[in-house]
């Protein structure tokens, strides 16, 4: 890696750098005004096609997994034996 | 004393030079100022000693190192020279951030992509400099203000910057609170600093559900090489927002971005090699990356400042200068910033969605330079 010590108007023109930097700068903004657009847009999306999505957050009622009802039984059948040892 | 004497010398000392003894206290000092002052520890300590391990000096041919083929360390390093770790934080990412506040004031989403212009002045700054425009891709990303993405794109950029280009890059994260104010304050007046911002909306679950779908479709439509971080990002968030994936999101926010945190910041830190960091050119790029984290911070307040004039609805400008991403930390400093000017003035949840559209803005940036530039 060399690095000349003068500053190059050139080295950008011969890069395409003034190109790459516009590019890219139009594109992140397009890309985030088309974000920010489908979010204003959002609730009237939600309010035609979202019915089948859950309205709050998911409380489950079941267990997410058997092993979890192992788990706390394992938990609950040592806690007992370590009591019925001390006694 | 034969033994004795080839123990010495092959022994860390006699292979020791000035550098060495830099880059260790280097990584002293980072792990110093992770405990001392708090800054960014979670990075800063397995960045700190993974730079005193991996300048232990060696006798030549020992092969301990992330560079030496079949050691330990190497394939550690793979997860970040093939660019593995960084979509995996931000699967991570995803599953811990709330898009709320950004959901409920979608215009502050362009304060996001007007950060993201420290990038790409920092780009011409670096070819004009001399480096390759490929390089000065890598370099720029710094201006994101987002560890995981300056290493995906000088992974794949200029792998030879890359632990600069890392260090660099958390070295400014964890300075946020530092660099990020006096410029708040120099492009802000006092009576633009007491703009109190109109209460959030509340934002349903459906809509949670259903922005990460639609917002993962327009950012990889418009910038398809986007996708392995976007597309991680959205992922991690439809993991947490669904409802029926609580496990999968906890683990992605939990245990894994933990792993990756650790392996992605120790062997960044072991990657780092005296003779490449202690030079001119790593000078270049702490130098060029602290432009861009300055233009970036500037840029989203001056936006700010320029929406305001044409809106109703008056945006406090501090929260622009959040749009550098850096989450939540750059979001903590405007609040602090506009709590110093007014107590009752609670501008957290606001910055908030400018910090998160900034990750989202400085993923599309990288993945637009590594489309034109790789190769370069």
Redesign the interface.
Known sequence: MSIPLYIGWQRILDGQGLEIAFTGMFIVFLALAAISLCIALLPKTVAAFGGTLPEGPHTPTEPESPHDDEAVAAAVGFALDEKNNNR | MTILYDFLSASGLAAATWGHGVMILIGAVMIMLAITRRYEPLLLVPIGFGIMLGNIPMMEGDGHGVYDEGSALYYIYSGVREGVFPPLIFLGIGAMTDFSA??SN??L??L??AA??G???T??GA???????A???AIAIIGGADGPTAIFLSSKLAP??LSMIAIASYSYMALVPIIQPPIMRLFTTRQERLIRMAPPRTV????K???PI??FF??AM??PDSIVLVGMLFFGNLLKE???T??LANTARTSMIDIVTILLGFSVGASTQAEAFL???SL?IFALGVVSFCVATAGGVLFAKGMNLFTKDKINPLIGAAGVSAVPMAARVAQVEAHREDPQNFLLFHAMAPNV?GV??SA??AG??WS??VG?
């Open positions: 950004m959901l979608p215009r989403v362009l996001g992509a993201q212009i990038i790409f002045l780009l011409l070819m004009a400099i001399g480096f390759t425009p390089e000065s891709g030879h910057l349903s679950q459906r809509e559900i259903i922005f639609v917002a327009v950012a418009i910038a669904c409802g029926v609580e496990r030079s001119l050119g270049f559209a989202l803005g599309i940036a637009i330079l034109v530039l370069g």
